[in-house]
C-alpha cells in the first residue's frame, strides 16, 4: 500500500525555521526511481500551490519563487525521505504543507499525504 506520511510542521515565529519530512512507503523500487516528489501549501481560504519539487535520482530541483532562496528541498534515496528545510518563515508561509508523488513518465500515478500545519506567528 503505497503511503505518504509528512511531519514536522508547527507554531514558529516569523524569521524561524522548521524542516519538513515526508516518509514515502509501498513504492514498488523506491519512490526516487520513478517518481518525482514535491511539496504543496494550502492556505486557508486557497487554491493548493506548489512549493517545491524534486525530480527523483537526479535531483533535480524546483521552487516557487515565492519560496527561492529560504526554502530548500532534498531528498534521502536510501529511506525514501523527502524534505523541505524552510527558514526565514514570514507569516504568509502559513499553509498546510501537503507531500506529493507523481509518475516521471508514462501512466500517470498520484499519491497525496494527509498534510501539517505549519503556522508562522508571533
Known amino acids: 500500500q503505497v503511503q505518504l506520511v509528512e511531519s514536522g510542521g508547527g507554531l514558529v515565529q516569523p524569521g524561524g525555521s522548521l524542516r519538513l519530512s515526508c516518509a514515502a512507503s509501498?513504492?514498488?523500487?523506491?519512490?526516487?526511481?520513478?517518481?518525482?516528489l514535491s511539496w504543496y501549501r494550502q492556505a486557508s481560504g486557497k487554491g493548493r500551490e506548489l512549493v517545491a519539487g524534486i525530480s527523483g535520482i537526479g535531483g533535480l530541483t524546483n521552487y516557487a519563487d515565492s519560496v527561492k532562496g529560504r526554502f530548500t528541498i532534498s531528498g534521502d534515496y536510501s529511506k525514501n525521505m523527502v524534505y523541505l528545510q524552510m527558514n526565514s518563515l514570514k507569516a504568509e508561509d502559513t499553509a498546510i504543507y501537503y507531500c506529493?508523488?507523481?509518475?516521471?513518465?508514462?501512466?500517470?500515478?498520484?499519491?497525496w499525504g494527509q498534510g501539517t500545519q505549519v503556522t508562522v506567528s508571533s
Open positions: 509501498g513504492f514498488p523500487g523506491g519512490v526516487f526511481s520513478r517518481y518525482g
Open positions: 506529493n508523488a507523481k509518475t516521471l513518465r508514462g501512466t500517470l500515478e498520484d499519491y
